[in-house]
């Protein structure tokens, strides 16, 4: 049963390989690619049960015992980000299969996804730090080539810098890995987590800690780290800044949920307030930035950080109540985002543009995009019965109890200025009279490229009038989290 731990890993492994070997054939590496990422849903959503019922599933890769040997390792946690993560490669591959140009799909498209789906899962089932590096590297090699895919200047120019940024971040990384090693002779995230306890209160351990902070929060975009994100996403293709807004920033979080949930956790007095401050910050710039602008997936761009940051806020206040709110908040950004995104792909598919002074009425001619639009947009702005209420409700309720009003008034703002933004978009890109030359798309094609959206936008709805059951499923990750002997006893075995 546990060997099915390395199977999120090894599928979209072996799919990128056959993929390779039928390069040119469009059709084919279609139709395996859309049944790979039926075949990880469907693993993911078992494994996740698995854990559920059995507990954390831990596989030990050639018998080696941790912490000599390559751990992985699933939680409910790390369980959610695998259903999600193949989630948005199904809804992904949909509108691609639609919308990119048959040259792009002709050189590598589907086989370098694959490969960023392995680093995407390895990074959230490897139980060491020096694998979570290597999957940093896979899925941001992968990344770089997608970014740039169409050779488009922008993308090029962009390309670059996320290329050079993420480059430094990497370094980082490796180095502070270095650091912790020399302290705890491990890298072996249960092992190390014991071996930190043992060192609480040394100055070398909260230096990590922050070095830790730094590399996590520069690839998931916090204050002040954020400022790569916002072009790179913009001059992404269609469906590819899909992907990337839903999952990129996320694995970053991800990363920075788990290390100091595990390992830094001796002193949250300082950590933990440190990571709260960041989360208000980074929620209040990155909603300033998103009003700010005049063009649709810049808004969008924006939004993505300031979302990250009520993430981050759950891990700040650091109650169970409050990383509960955590994982609703990231299971429903990931879908919402994802959904919105690939709506200003449908957008450009339409008008040419996501500018909203060279377009307007699109309501008129295409109603259910923009009723699509506007129920989206409210999720990701908090408006009940979708799921940015309910898990903004949770986060708030938990800021509340915790006495930390700062952040909570903090938040009530940026979901009003969230609010406002959607609402922009809403009045000027879809209300009113038509302007702007507008481009026939076939029914068949519509059709298809709105499907994902309309899934994404089902599963936002279904959380939220299915929130009692998914905050159960919250409740226990968040003990779970809270709870680092679980994990660890998991690993080690003693």
Known sequence: MNNLVTLPVLLPLATGILLLLLHGRVRAQRL?????????LGLALYLTRVVWTDGIQVVQAGGWAAPYGITLAVDLFSGMMLVLASIIELATLVFLMRDSQLEQERVFLYPVLQFQMVGINLSFVTGDLFNLFVAFEVLLMASYYLLTAGGKPGQLREGFKYLVINSVASTLFLATIA?????????????????VAALAGEPIVTLIAISFLIVFGLKGALFPLYFWLPRSYYHAPP???????GMLTKVGIYALVR???????HDPGFTHTL???IAGLTMLLGVLGAISQMDVKAILSYHIISQVGYMVKGLGIYTPLALAGTVFYIAHHIIVKAALFLIAGIIVRITGTTDLKR???LLASHPGLGLTFL?????????????????KFVLLRAGVEAGTWGIVAVSLVVSLLTLFSMIKIYSRGFWGEATGELRPIPRLAYAQVMAPVLLLL???VGMGLGAGRFMEFALATAEQLMRPEAYIEAVLGR
């Open 359 to 361: 377009f307007s009425g």
């Open 375 to 391: 129920a989206t947009g409210l999720s990701l702005a908090g408006i009940p019965p979708f799921s940015g209420f309910f898990s």
């Open 275 to 277: 990571i709260l401050a």
């Open 179 to 195: 650091l912790l090693y020399g302290v705890t002779g491990t890298l072996n995230m249960a092992d190390a987590a014991r071996k």
């Open 32 to 40: 395996i690619s859309l049944l790979s990422a039926l075949g990880a």
């Open 239 to 245: 469906g590819i800044a899909a992907l990337f807004a």
């Open 458 to 460: 089902t599963l936002s």
């Open 259 to 265: 290390v100091f949930t595990l390992i830094f956790i």
